[in-house]
């Protein structure tokens, strides 16, 4: 027998690990367990009936076609509908700025590796969503984190970072920026904010990646035009999904950028996967051209909306005092921060001993800080469950706080 | 705007390229013409009503689920049985030896991540699927072929091979060996063979990529036991997949290996995809713990049987002398050898001209060779036109002739 793998490995494989997010979704199978961990959208939110109308359409009409090859750019009728749908919402772009992906997962993956190479410099905000910056890493990217203030980026602490990387003669290929809602810490940047960070990016000849799979789920507030459209040299490249507005068990996403840019996008994919699945992408392509998407999105940002208001009552009803969180206007997640010193892996530890789980913010600190802050997902859990999750943690958290 | 994308790319990304066979495909949607090009699956052998049933069936019972995040490994039912439909064909692997890919080509490029540094070797037959080699070379991987004859790999050369890169310094990874009805040369490797490239791959401690996408569609013959069965040291690693046998559209493949392998490639698809689609996974699980899939493959083996003998009746009718072909007892492909001296690119040139298409050879050869070969699918063509296509290539050929 081969002793172990190990000697085969890349650098690469060598130095992959487990992503914390996907082995504490493991977790949601113990009997009893309340998770605040994962990104998972409400079950209640799956359009169950809608979607075995259109599955038997879809089989019905375009049988055949559903279950063959489809382009690697994609199905020329979602395609179509998700171009038409940006414009009507004020983005000016063709079908040649967008590509169909498998999950916006897949659309970080492919734009590393047409981008990174070893020991190239990634920016991203402190915290950050840790399925991006673990992505980047797998290509040997170096990540530099930026402070985040309740607006996201703080322009000065980039154009410093980045003006003294240069200076140290370090490659910095692109910044990466949640602007909706932040993963982890649920931020959203105002248009103010997005225009100085694309001016800097400018100013460095960098481009930007603009990670929006939240963008549509905003229950209160103006909407902030995306980065793509604010955008006037084709720099910005963004990513969306259909993971938290209709269902992440298709796992379609698309990327909308300047053609070149998919252009190299779709050779990547040709090689990832060949295509994303021609099935999933027609069913999703009918959902739309019925105009069942907005219609379900109005419900899901409806249901999330409750959510996010009773889970902040029941933080402010049973976490003890110097326990602070972010109040988002949108998304699926709150950012809770305890007292300094106390230590959200070992809060963890016990809160699983008491079924219930979280994400620990350090994971999304590319800097190892962030250690007293935590994760919590709103959308997933009904009421009662947040109710007795919120008080499970609150009491844990009681806990090392007298210890400490 | 910024001028070029170039400055921003990766070494990679810099150096990829269209596939060949992604951008014939394109041709496929112009008004009669007829491809022998693709690797599609005849769209008789996809079963649109059992199907239609089995879905209704899946949203019914596991709706929420199915429209879920799904394990990065796969939906326990789907790798249970593949697990059990394996075990009971004689293979002894539990479920650690097992993930879900989303498709093939996935895991061709999931193997490269992390077994691949750039300058490593990758040892192929010649010709290979373009593929994979496309796959490997993103990573930066050398490619060198090894000829094959009837049997497959000549093991004399592929030992001389392996031993001359070996004493040059240089690193090689894994020969990568699709031993059934080979893409694209249609050649089958006999177990006796299979044994020796194993014996080779021990001797100098290589591992094995087996890709085996047309392994279950034999038209005659006896079947050759996987290389992962004859293996005994855990170095073979195998690639399966739907697509050839249920629909491509699905996009659903999986990687049998050594526990060890299979969780370097969990961690690499966290980052790659998170997850195969639920949806498509359940669907696929339901539709084998029916029975259906083996009924199935059953008509699918007899409609691809009598295409390839209606191809080969049509080549021996309509081809000039001095032209060649390959007889596969199985798969989707015959290969092509025309004389010396005949450029299968500028025939495909003509070809396409007259509303024919197929891939040339040469793709195939990572060094350049075949130029003088071409590679034929005989399964997504109904007989009129496998007869009226087949003429016309003739046609083009017997001019090629005259005029050389």
């Known amino acids: 027998m081969i002793k172990s793998v190990k000697k085969y490995l890349s650098v690469s494989g060598k130095s992959m690990k487990r992503s ?32 075995k109308e259109i599955v038997a359409e879809v089989l019905e009409k375009h049988g055949p076609e559903s279950l063959q090859y489809s382009t690697t750019e ?34 970080l993956d492919l734009l590393a590796k047409i981008l990174l190479d070893p020991g190239d410099y990634v920016i991203c905000g ?10 980047f890493s797998v290509y040997g990217a170096k990540l530099k984190g930026i402070p985040l203030d309740d607006q996201g980026m703080i322009p000065g602490e980039l154009e410093e970072t980045v003006s003294h990387l240069r200076q140290l003669g370090k490659k910095i290929k692109f910044i990466y920026i949640i602007p909706d809602f932040q993963n982890p810490a649920g931020i959203t940047v105002p ?32 909407p902030q035009r995306m980065m793509c459209e604010l955008d006037t040299t084709g720099r910005v490249i963004s990513l969306c999904t259909f993971s938290k507005i ?22 990547a994919k040709q090689t990832a996967d060949l295509c994303t699945s021609a099935f999933v992408q027609k069913i999703i392509a009918r959902y739309i051209e019925k105009g069942l998407l907005d219609l379900n999105l109005r419900k899901t940002i409806a249901l999330y909306g409750e959510r996010r208001n009773y889970m902040i009552e029941c933080l402010r009803n049973y976490m003890p005092a110097d326990v602070t969180w972010t109040e988002p206007q949108g998304g699926l997640f709150l950012f809770v921060t305890l007292p300094a010193g106390i230590d959200s892996d070992q809060v963890l530890k016990k809160s699983i001993e008491k079924n219930v789980a979280f994400v620990s913010g350090s994971s999304f600190f590319c800097n190892d800080s962030g250690r007293n802050t935590m994760r919590l997902n709103f ?21 090392e706080i007298k210890g400490s």
């Open 191 to 222: 248009e103010s904010r997005r225009l100085k960070i694309i001016e800097i990016a400018e100013k460095y000849d960098l481009l930007v990646i603009e990670d929006s799979p939240y963008r549509e789920i905003r229950f209160e507030g103006e």
């Open 126 to 135: 402190l915290p950050s969503y840790l399925g991006g910056l673990n992505a």
């Open 20 to 51: 914390a997010i996907r082995e504490i979704l493991k977790l949601l199978q113990k009997p009893g367990m309340i998770s605040f961990a994962g990104g998972l959208p409400s079950p209640e939110t799956f359009p169950v009936s809608d979607l």
């Open 246 to 267: 209709l269902s992440p068990g298709f796992r379609v996403g698309w990327v909308i950028g300047n053609a070149e840019i998919i252009d190299r996008l779709v050779m």
């Open 379 to 399: 959308s997933f859990s009904p009421p009662p469950d947040i109710r007795e999750g919120i008080m499970r943690l609150a009491s844990v958290i009681s806990e």
């Open 74 to 107: 994609g199905d020329p009728a979602l395609r179509k509908a998700l171009t038409e749908r940006h414009r009507s919402h004020g983005l000016d772009i063709s079908l040649d700025n967008l590509i169909i992906t498998t999950g916006s997962q897949q659309a």
